[in-house]
């Protein structure tokens, strides 16, 4: 950084900058997390997977484990159209995508965004999916699809049950969304209903997906090693696939299931006590939902600039900042965004946002308290990395283990704005991985539209898997009508 220590302030309450700079680090210490440190959340967030995983531990686990009944990555094989239907907010989008087999490629054909005005957020689930099933019908006749019955992948991004990768019942809506008549229901029936209310058009089969699924398959399509998919963005998730011997809530013993971790909660039920800081524990009581998602609030883009802008606060109030003269800004709920951390710690530029940042927020600021800016921000994205290399290296070393292997070559999509605007948060993210999982190889990919592209491949993987089980069962009934043919040769 630009600050050399050399630099002194003006003397007043604090003397030196060696001191200040030595009382700034005091309050950041609880940020800095030791190799050990991080070990240890490993091994615990171990522990609360295998309870997640667990027929009769399940309920009680803070890291829900669920599975997706996704039961393979791509093989390569896959080729054809696929609709994909992605709702998770205030829009949703519509897409056509092909893929293409001979060049291994998924293509967005086109897409459309939809309005979800806010009547139909709050009206009923009957108005809600028609209102879907009328823009998809509206997107079909503009890409002259109508005729052909395709099949499609959902991603809704609402906490769900999974019964079957058909079958999906909505727990609870989330991001001011409100509809009757939904919550405890299916939501596949619900959009199939819609769509023979209208009877102008069908559609195949449907596949639900999960973001974090969709990340990992539109990855694995490029590179078929991609097993575990992973969002660091305003929240923060991530699925892999285990074994079905595990997956002790599900029938059967054989193959793979790509398991959504749902580690946002971690630390729910009070193991991360000792990580959290006094910052972090004020997040949690003034967010929306205390108490709730703790792993989360320490690491995902809702709540990173928060984070800082507490810190800030501190420090001023410290008079360690700012000559100790808060402004309104500073005291706002909010007001220091996330993206800002980014900005600050840009490489070439990052000084000179401190400074046009800090003027924004009214502070009354000099050359030190921009460096002291800048070392906040550095050190509360640098503690967010590391706890997601902590967590990922759980499930990187879970994998190996499971396999039995001395050494795992893997690669993981990722996707999220986190992961994608911070200058040096992928690279802090893949250093401490390979110090928490050495017998690791670990290759990151940036996933190319999850939730569109991926949730295609979920489906076109759906069906190639279906039409196996079915060729399976039919050539199994022939080699019974041989058997009986035989008996009756034999007989005769």
């Not at 008549?181 to 639900?208: F, Q």
């Not at 696939?241 to 039920?269: A, H, L, P, S, Y």
């Not at 080699?479 to 005769?492: G, H, P, Y």
Request: negative net charge; glycine residues 8%; hydrophobic residues 35%.
């Amino acid at each position: 950084h630009h600050c050399s220590s050399s630099q002194t302030s003006p003397s007043g309450p604090f003397g030196s900058e060696l001191s200040l700079t030595l009382q700034v680090q005091k309050h950041l210490e609880p940020f800095r997390l030791s190799l050990e440190k991080l070990q240890d959340v490993s091994a615990r967030l171990r522990k609360d997977m295998i309870r997640g995983l667990g027929k009769h531990s399940h309920h009680r686990a803070s890291v829900k484990m669920l599975p997706t009944f996704v039961r393979a990555t791509p093989d390569g094989t896959e080729k054809g159209d696929f609709l994909a239907l992605d709702l998770g907010g205030t829009n949703f989008r519509v897409l056509h995508v092909r893929v293409l087999e001979e060049e291994q490629r998924v293509l967005k054909m086109d897409s459309q965004i939809c309005a979800i005005p806010q009547d139909i957020m709050l009206g009923t689930g009957e108005k809600l999916f028609d209102h879907i099933a009328a823009c998809l019908a509206e997107f079909l006749d503009s890409q002259k699809l109508r005729g052909q019955t395709l099949p499609l992948g959902f991603t809704f991004s609402f906490p769900c049950e999974q019964k079957e990768i058909d079958k999906s019942i909505l727990i609870r809506w989330t991001k001011g969304f409100n509809c009757s008549g939904v919550e405890g229901e299916d939501v596949v029936n619900l959009l199939k209903e819609a769509i023979h209310r209208r009877g102008d058009y069908d559609i195949s089969s449907v596949a639900m997906v999960n973001d974090t699924v969709g990340t990992m398959m539109s990855c694995g399509y490029r590179d078929q090693s991609c097993e575990i998919g992973m969002i660091i963005g305003t929240g923060t998730n991530a699925c892999y696939m285990e074994e079905m011997k595990n997956v002790k809530r599900v029938e059967g013993e054989d193959g793979r299931m790509c398991i959504n971790t749902e580690w946002g909660g971690f630390g729910d039920d009070g193991c991360l006590k000792d990580v959290l800081t006094e910052f972090d524990e004020e997040v949690d009581k003034t967010s929306i939902n205390p108490g709730v998602h703790t792993f989360e609030k320490m690491i995902s883009g809702m709540y990173l600039g928060e984070i800082v802008r507490l810190v800030l606060l501190k420090l001023t109030e410290e008079k360690l900042l700012f000559r100790g003269c808060p402004s309104e800004a500073l005291l706002t709920p909010g007001s220091f965004e996330t993206r800002f951390i980014s900005e600050i710690e840009e490489p070439d530029s990052g000084l000179e946002n401190a400074k046009k940042i800090l003027t924004k927020l009214d502070l009354d600021w000099d050359l030190v308290d921009a460096c002291v800016a800048r070392l906040v921000c550095d050190t509360v994205s640098s503690r967010s990395a590391r706890l997601c290399a902590a967590a990922l290296a759980t499930i990187v070393n879970r994998i190996r283990i499971n396999r039995g292997l001395d050494h795992l070559k893997t690669t993981v999509g990722v996707d999220g704005t986190v992961y994608r605007k911070h200058p040096n948060f992928s690279d802090e993210l893949q250093a401490a991985v390979r110090l928490l999982a050495p017998k690791c190889d670990v290759t990151f990919l940036i996933s190319e539209d999850g939730s569109g592209k991926g949730a295609a491949m979920v489906t076109a993987v759906a069906q190639r898997l279906a039409l196996q089980s079915r060729l399976l069962e039919d050539s199994d009934g022939e080699d019974e009508e041989e058997e009986e043919e035989e008996k009756c040769d034999a007989n005769i």
